[in-house]
């Protein structure tokens, strides 16, 4: 039994598939099949069984694929931070993230990480999902994950930087431009511009709305919150949208960020494996990051174009 033949095996457990793994590793199938067979041999027990397309793993491969993950997981991380020791300020830093959160969390932060560890490889990565980020931390693909904080998720852990508030995007035209802050309450007759429907910030905002007896109505939906702020200040609907830092408002006519302080702010922040296991590459961008957002305000002032307000920010 050899690391090979776990890693390979946890492969085809993972893809269902021989062939898949085959083509992965740019060799053959029956390669592939042989570290199996060699690992069965070793165990005594079959740990795959065919289905109608590809393989799954038996009761046995379960167990057994459940703790070679995670020990090669442990393995994994170990030698990354072997490598760091010996490199110093070299290494890499495996972000998941996207375009908005770089833009509005960590432009400032990748700037300044940049100019103190010139030699350290940053990497953002796009994971379609928490669950896949999740499991990209746990099996060591990745080192850090930017998400709006949830419920605890085992071998993972969650770390607040920033609440955020959330206002109601509107054009400075609309009726409601010009308050200084609205109830919850008052968003019952508005139609809004609806976020990513199965989104964590979204699952956020009906909770906290719930919280307060406040239902809201939709009749547009969007993917990320730029496209949200946008059609609010073209004048095709409001949004209600957390307050981000580093805003760069976009389209060319005005807008206005009306506060909605009751609402139970959003909470976002780093998702790691274990904070005391990070390279020391990682550690330091993730706390760049954080000071970053600490020193940084996120709502504008009462009565204040977001355009204004957001450019005023250090």
């Known amino acids: 039994m050899t690391l090979d033949d776990l890693r390979v095996f946890v492969a085809v457990c993972r893809a269902g598939s021989l062939s898949a793994v085959a083509r992965e590793l740019g060799c053959t199938q029956s390669a592939v099949s042989q570290h199996v067979k060699r690992l069965e041999r070793e165990t005594g027990v079959a740990l795959l069984e065919r289905q109608a397309r590809g393989v799954a793993a038996t009761r046995a491969g379960r167990v057994l694929e459940a703790a070679a993950a995670e020990g090669l997981s442990g393995l994994d991380l170990a030698l990354r931070q072997l490598r760091d020791l010996v ?5 890499h830093v495996r972000v998941a993230t996207g375009a908005t959160t770089v833009r509005h969390f960590m432009s400032d932060a990748v700037v300044e990480f940049r100019r103190r560890r010139p030699k350290v490889n940053l990497e953002f990565r796009t994971v379609s999902s928490g ?15 930017w ?14 930087v920033v609440e955020l508030p959330w206002v109601l995007a509107v054009r400075e035209d609309d009726p409601l431009a010009g308050r200084e802050f609205l109830d919850a309450g008052e968003l019952h007759d508005l139609r809004l511009i609806r976020l990513p429907p199965n989104s964590a910030s979204a699952l956020h905002l009906d909770a906290a709305c719930e919280e307060l007896g406040v239902r809201l ?8 919150w730029d496209t949200a702020l946008l059609l609010a ?5 409001r949004a209600v949208v957390p307050a981000l830092p580093g805003l760069a408002v976009p389209g060319a006519g005005p807008l206005r960020l009306v506060p909605l302080p009751r609402l139970r702010p959003l909470p976002v922040g780093w998702a790691v494996r274990r904070w005391d296991a990070l390279s020391p590459a990682a550690r330091a961008f993730a706390d760049t990051v954080m000071e970053k957002r600490r020193r940084a305000g996120v709502l504008p002032a009462p009565g204040l174009s977001a355009r204004t307000a957001l450019r005023s920010r250090p």
């Not at 669950?131 to 994950?145: H, I, P, Y």
């Not at 904080?149 to 852990?157: I, K």
């Not at 109505?217 to 990320?224: E, P, R, W």
Request: without cysteine.
């Open 217 to 224: 109505g939709y009749d547009t939906s969007i993917a990320d």
């Open 131 to 145: 669950r896949g980020s999740f499991e990209a931390l746990t099996d060591g693909t990745l080192d850090l994950v």
């Open 233 to 237: 200040e073209l004048g095709v609907g």
């Open 87 to 91: 490199d110093g300020e070299a290494g």
């Open 147 to 160: 998400i709006t904080l949830g419920p605890p998720a085992r071998g993972v852990e969650q770390r607040a």
